[in-house]
Nanobody, 122 residues
Framework: QVHLVESGGGLVQAGGSLSVSCAAS????????MGWFRQAPGKEREFVGAVSRSGGNTLYADSVKGRFTISRDDAKNTVYLQMNSLKPEDTAVYYC???????????????WGQGTQVTVSS
């Protein structure tokens, strides 16, 4: 079992930056691919990005590529999502997830956090 807790969400103006974190406990953090997903009101959950076990391989959704960066610190059992040049359409609840493969498929992730709200004002 892996327990994931996101933090760092909040309100930011369009064009601004925000970083959210996800702290893991339980099984060995370094054994897992870590992903970020988001869900806006009235919409389905969508993939944001993922980072490999080593941190050397990342995958991003086209909508965030070049603006968002995922990193991990295995010593701290934490994965980060740095969000720059934020847009109102980035407003959503952001979830981290742990899985076995770097993929955009949510079904491939076994463990999920409770989410943190990110709101971007225009």
């Amino acid at each position: 079992q892996v327990h994931l807790v996101e933090s760092g969400g909040g309100l930011v103006q369009a064009g601004g930056s925000l970083s959210v974190s996800c702290a893991a406990s339980g099984r060995t953090f370094s054994n897992y691919v870590m992903g970020w997903f988001r869900q806006a009101p009235g919409k389905e959950r969508e993939f944001v990005g993922a980072v490999s076990r080593s941190g050397g391989n990342t995958l991003y959704a086209d909508s965030v590529k070049g603006r968002f960066t995922i990193s991990r610190d295995d010593a701290k059992n934490t994965v980060y999502l740095q969000m720059n040049s934020l847009k109102p359409e980035d407003t959503a609840v952001y979830y981290c997830a742990a899985g076995a493969a770097v993929t955009a498929r949510s079904a491939a992730y076994d463990y999920w956090g409770q989410g943190t709200q990110v709101t971007v004002s225009s």
